[in-house]
């Protein structure tokens, strides 16, 4: 460019999920006129009921509060925005990506039983007064920047049996049958999805192959593209250019992923642009610190919309069994609440009128 460009970044008071730091350490470098945005527990609340309208459909990615304050705020200067979405998918970013690798080799040399304790005695220390101390540890040793999440994540996947079963472990969000009135109400969302995208589970590249087919258009650019439409900015996506995404689809693993690293052509790119200690941080995802919002000040409207009198009952959950999970989640800190930010977006945007019952 000609002159300098203009960066924007989100910022939040949870250090835990700030990333404005690092956002702003790299601006410096590049000495681009940079923005930052912080969103607090208070705008989060008045920017929830938004949200049916924003995304017309049960829309349940929490990062969409952060992506429609950035779009908001990106719009009061300019009307076309590049955006770095598409990276993970095309270069092998996802840290999900890493631990299946990792994850696959453990379950083919172990016995399942074997397995199942070993996730039974993390879930322990997860439950125990020793649980700091314990992500402490494991933050350390496997690079975590989300230790809790992803500690129950690995506790979880263990029980796997093939590669199937580590992707669908680690990427979907509700597996919660227990909480229905009516088991009829089910479905096998792996198995939906299956029979959608006609995929088979060989490598871990063919797991980016389904992300580039289903999480990265149903998910991230709807995201994206919905909050940028409701601010009238326009968005360009450099990473999903045709040329680019077909030399990314023929590099092989190697060449995309080496022990803890992903995204190895991207890293080698800014090896001699950015200083490395900047891009070489844990992945953090663009997520919002909803674990904490939804224990603080968006605990009364959530309890008011999961079990207020009059709320639409739209997806038959039995009341007893989701009041004993929601304590869980309040309680004794189990990290429920992707799931329950499933079921308020759900119900918020039924309760918002856009289902006739």
Not at 127 to 153: C, T, V
Not at 209 to 232: E, G, T, W
Not at 260 to 281: A, Q
């Amino acid at each position: 460019s000609s002159s300098k460009i203009n960066t924007y970044s989100i910022g939040f008071e949870e250090e835990l999920y700030n990333e404005s730091i690092t956002a702003k350490a790299i601006a410096d470098h590049l000495k681009t006129d940079h923005h930052e945005f912080f969103v607090t527990e208070r705008e989060a609340i008045d920017l929830i009921p938004k949200m049916p309208t924003v995304y017309c459909e049960p829309f349940g990615d929490s990062s969409q509060l952060p992506t429609y304050l950035l779009c908001q705020e990106t719009k009061r200067d300019i009307t076309v925005c590049l955006s770095g979405d598409g990276g993970d998918e095309v270069f092998g970013g996802y840290r999900r990506y890493i631990d299946i690798h990792r994850f696959q080799s453990v379950i083919n040399i172990s016995p399942h039983i074997l397995r199942k304790q070993i996730a039974s005695f993390i879930n322990l220390l997860l439950s125990s007064k020793f649980r700091g101390a314990f992500e402490g540890i494991f933050k350390n040793i496997l690079n975590l920047s989300h230790p809790s999440e992803q500690l129950y994540k690995i506790s979880n996947v263990l029980s796997a049996r093939n590669l199937r079963d580590i992707f669908y472990k680690l990427s979907l969000q509700w597996n919660h049958d227990s909480f229905l009135k009516n088991n009829s109400l089910s479905i096998n969302a792996s198995m939906e999805l299956d029979n959608i995208f006609q995929t088979s589970f060989h490598s871990v590249l063919s797991i980016r192959n389904r992300d580039l087919k289903n999480y990265l258009p149903n998910d991230i650019l709807v995201k994206v593209d919905r909050s940028a439409m409701y601010h009238s900015l326009e968005t360009r996506i450099p990473f999903l250019d045709k040329d680019l995404v077909e030399f990314a689809l023929s590099l092989p693993f190697n060449k995309l992923i080496k022990g803890s690293k992903g995204k190895l052509p991207v890293r080698s790119f800014l090896n001699d642009r950015v200083p490395s200690e900047i891009f070489n941080i844990p992945k953090s995802g663009f997520g919002a610190p909803i674990e904490f919002w939804l224990k603080n000040e968006l605990r009364p409207w959530a309890e008011e919309l999961l079990f207020g009198l009059n709320k639409t009952d739209l997806i038959g959950i039995e009341p007893k069994l989701m009041k004993a999970q929601w304590q869980n989640f309040i309680k004794y800190n189990h990290p429920l609440h992707h799931d329950f930010w499933n079921i308020l977006m759900l119900k918020a945007w039924a309760d918002k009128g856009n289902l006739y019952l």
